[in-house]
């Protein structure tokens, strides 16, 4: 439904050169995705897993087209097989393509918030019944977002969602400042959406959540692909994991053993060559650091990694 092959964002902007000063401000670009690649099939969820900075929201603003203006996208984005240019995105967003936004700003502040879920097709009798799955009130309907709980504008904008039958589904961090009762149900709700033929794109920072829900897991590190497995892999305490930092980030969950690796992400100005995990890579020899590694099978999944095998 979804394929997203080498993406690459960079960000045009303007530095002083210290050492000549006199000389102003000059203009360099920014990469913060390499070479990012996903796939979300029909009736799947894609988890996309990775550390604050890895690209995660990037990617999801990349494939709706609202990146700022001095973004640089390229790369390949294909919705059902074509190609998603900025008129067919026009076409497509809120309607077959929605997206759970990970700021409850995105939520109009002067409208209320019932007439925000009905939308342009939806019905009032839909909406409370979405707004009921999720634990609202019928007074909810009238209430402007100012006047909601960190809890309740995250439980509208999961509505506004899954109003309009979306066949495609982006959600950016759906489930902070939710119980557990309720992530779990808003999760489930995505799985049911999937099931009945969806697409998922699952952003995440709750990998336990991610593990018991989706089919299959990206995982990102410093705006690029570094694996991407089956859901089951990391459920089984990640042996059968490709890369080096998925095993890692794998160890790192609580219930298995809450293991750190030392360092840290590299800053988008300033990463090394080769793999971005490299330096701090336990299995990292030369033909890491040379250059770019493209993404290759391995046993079922596909890894960013001259080691894996």
Not at 135 to 160: H, K
Not at 221 to 237: D, H, K, Q, V, W
Not at 243 to 266: D, E, M, R, W
């Amino acid at each position: 439904m979804l394929e997203i092959k080498e993406l690459s964002v960079s960000f045009k902007r303007y530095e002083t050169d210290a050492s000549a000063f006199a000389a102003g401000l000059k203009q360099k670009d920014l990469h913060v995705i390499n070479n990012l690649s996903v796939l979300v099939r029909k009736g799947e969820i894609t988890a996309i897993a990775g550390s604050s900075g890895s690209g995660k929201s990037l990617l999801a603003h990349a494939i709706l087209g609202i990146l700022p203006a001095n973004a640089n996208v390229s790369g390949d984005m294909l919705y059902c097989g074509q190609v998603l240019t900025t008129e067919k995105l026009k076409a497509l967003r809120g309607r077959e393509i929605a997206l759970v936004p990970q700021s409850v700003a995105w939520l109009d502040p002067l409208m209320r918030v019932g007439k925000q879920v009905v939308g342009i097709n939806g019905t009032v009798e839909k909406q409370r019944a979405v707004f009921s799955r999720y634990g609202l009130d019928v007074s909810v309907d009238r209430l402007y977002p100012f006047q909601l709980s960190g809890g309740m504008a995250r439980r509208v904008l999961l509505s506004t969602a899954v109003m309009e039958g979306a066949k495609l589904i982006i959600a950016d961090e759906p489930t902070p400042g939710l119980s557990v009762d309720l992530a779990r149900r808003a999760m489930g709700h995505f799985r049911e959406l999937a099931d009945a033929g969806a697409g998922v794109l699952l952003i995440t920072h709750d990998i336990d959540l991610a593990m018991e829900f989706a089919d299959y897991i990206a995982v990102f590190y410093a705006g690029s692909t570094l694996e991407i497995a089956p859901a089951r892999e990391f459920r089984e305490g990640g042996g059968a994991l490709r890369h080096p930092y998925s095993k890692a980030l794998c160890a790192a969950i609580p219930q298995n053993g809450f293991v750190p690796i030392a360092g840290t992400q590299p800053y988008s100005g300033a990463m090394p060559e080769g793999c971005p995990f490299a330096p701090r890579c336990p299995q990292k020899n030369a033909a890491c650091e040379r250059s770019a590694i493209p993404m290759r099978e391995v046993r079922g999944g596909e890894v960013r990694c001259v080691c894996a095998a």
